[in-house]
Each structure stands twice: as structure tokens, then as C-alpha cells.
């Protein structure tokens, strides 16, 4: 009796989701099968990123759209969640605060969890040619010992947005000291 009350409460949820995703298709006119929600993916990933600022998650299609002069135009239309991913910088300051590392101490990759396979695989698609995949700036894995891997097999590649070290500037960038004068202090 008690699994059976289960399945039909499963079934309902799976019912009332359904109805959800057709409602919202209707409102915002894309097919059902676009329709996603953050709670929708059985299976998440966590994510890596090497940017100091993060990055936002959003995917995207593209509609024929009219402009006045120009005709016909295809546009990028938002739809489905966004998710954001943490930089290192974020992620080092709290634990750090004034006494932040260099980024390259810290393997220099954040960690976000919890992102929905389906959602990652889309936006990996959509973005397969972006310097941040394929540099390995941003990558995903659903296995934490694949993530330890990947972060370090890309320890020393660089994001171009990295602090620079005052212990060792590099080559091109020379120290300037400024004098205060006595009456401005």
C-alpha cells in the first residue's frame, strides 16, 4: 500500500511538472523540450572555472527576427535558467581576505557545484568554440577525482587575467616609487 501511495505521488509530481513545462513553452514560446528548471536534471556536475570573476550560465537560440532597414535578422533569445559559476578570486578573498595568494597557488581553479548535467552539456555545445573551453579555462565533471585531475594536468595555464606578483613583476613592467611630499602627508 505504502509504494503504491508512493508511485502515485510520483506520478502527480511528474503530472504537475509536465503541465509546468507546457505552461511555460505556451508563455514563452519555445518547444517543451527547452524548457528547463533548475530542480529538472537527475544527475549534476561540479564546475571549474579559472576566471577570477566567474562566469553567468545562460543558453540561447536563435530566431529570425524583422529590423526596419535590414530585413531579416537572426537574434540571439534567451531561455532556461542561468546558473553562476564562482571565480578564484571570489572563492580565495573569503578564505584569504588582505592576504590573498596568487592564484597559481591556489591550483587556481573555483569550484561551483550542483549544476545540472543537461544544462552543462547544452551550454558546452553552444560554446564548444570559445577560448574558454578550449583552453580549459572552464570545464565540468560530475566524478570529483576527474576534477582534482583536471585541475592539476591545468595548473599552469593561464587566464591572461591573473594578478600580477610584486615579488617578481614581469620583465616588462618596472617599479615606480613615488615620493610624498612632507606637507601632503
Not at 4 to 24: C, H, V, Y
Not at 38 to 61: D, I, Q, Y
Not at 149 to 160: E, H, M, T, V, W
Request: hydrophobic fraction near 30%.
Amino acid at each position: 500500500m505504502a509504494g503504491s501511495i508512493q508511485r502515485l505521488g510520483a506520478n502527480n509530481r511528474q503530472d504537475s511538472e509536465a503541465r509546468r513545462r507546457a505552461d511555460q513553452a505556451e508563455d514563452t514560446g519555445q518547444a517543451e523540450d527547452e524548457v528547463m528548471t533548475k530542480n529538472e536534471s537527475g544527475s549534476k556536475v561540479t564546475v571549474a572555472c579559472k576566471l577570477p570573476h566567474g562566469l553567468v550560465l545562460r543558453l540561447f537560440k536563435m530566431e529570425e527576427h524583422k529590423e526596419p532597414i535590414v530585413g531579416v535578422v537572426n537574434q540571439a533569445k534567451q531561455y532556461g535558467p542561468t546558473y553562476t559559476v564562482k571565480g578564484w578570486y571570489d572563492t580565495a578573498r573569503r578564505a584569504f581576505g588582505s592576504e590573498m595568494p596568487i592564484p597559481s597557488q591556489l591550483g587556481g581553479y573555483a569550484l561551483t557545484h550542483n549544476i545540472p548535467r543537461d544544462f552543462w552539456e547544452k551550454w558546452l555545445e553552444q560554446n564548444k568554440d570559445s577560448d574558454l573551453v578550449k583552453n580549459k579555462l572552464i570545464f565540468a565533471s560530475s566524478r570529483a577525482d576527474e576534477i582534482e585531475g583536471l585541475r592539476a594536468d591545468n595548473k599552469g595555464q593561464k587566464s591572461g587575467l591573473e594578478p600580477i606578483d610584486p615579488k617578481s613583476p614581469p620583465r616588462d613592467v618596472r617599479r615606480v616609487t613615488q615620493m610624498i611630499p612632507d606637507d601632503a602627508a
